[in-house]
């Protein structure tokens, strides 16, 4: 996968005839949790940080892209003594819920003029959810053990629209507000709490994991505001 995400910006870069058609921008959205979403894990709020790069079709109101998005929607933090068989310290066990998104874009600019730009927006591609724990000493030390609880995709499509603001030519930029919807086919996931540990009664082993998995979608309404830069 890494592999492949390296060549694609590579070719999409290499070649000096688009590079004045092509912005890329940064986001930082909150999710807010609706629908099955809601009912299932309550009103989560979930930030995200996404990347993107588009191309500017010349002649024509339409941009296409590609899209790339980390978010953390939980984060939880226990302090236990009992952890391993013998060992009577107390550990930091850190475990935290992550989101990441990756999708192609497609905007389109109808045409009206003035000194701000409405769009309508419309991706489609995929989001993985996995959840990953850290046993540290301290919260600087390195980990004494770590691994991942849980992963899962699913597929999942935005729709929505927003404002592309000029920053001028000195900057050669944008300001840009959107408000998007996300649905996505439904997939299993944990959030914070959901996790017990169970240390074994005899004190013979060390204990387990024992989880609470929970399957919706991850519908949210994502506002968010970002800046885009046009590349020379």
Known sequence: MKKLIIIFFTLYFSNSSFA?????GLQLKSGIATQDFYQ???RLVVPELAFFTNYQIPNKPIEVGFSLGYGLYGTELEKRNDLYVGFNDELRLRRNNN????A???RFFPQVYGKVFPFVEAQLGAIYAYSRFKIRETATTEPIEEGRDMADWARMNQLGGGLLIPLGKDFNGNIEIRLMYQNTSRLDYLKSGDTTFLPDPDGEVNGVFEYNIRRSTL????PSIGVSFYID
């Open 20 to 24: 004045q058609d092509l912005l890329w």
């Open 104 to 106: 192609g874009v497609f």
């Open 99 to 102: 989101m990441l998104s990756m």
């Open 40 to 42: 299932e894990s309550g």
């Open 219 to 222: 519908n949210m309404i994502q």
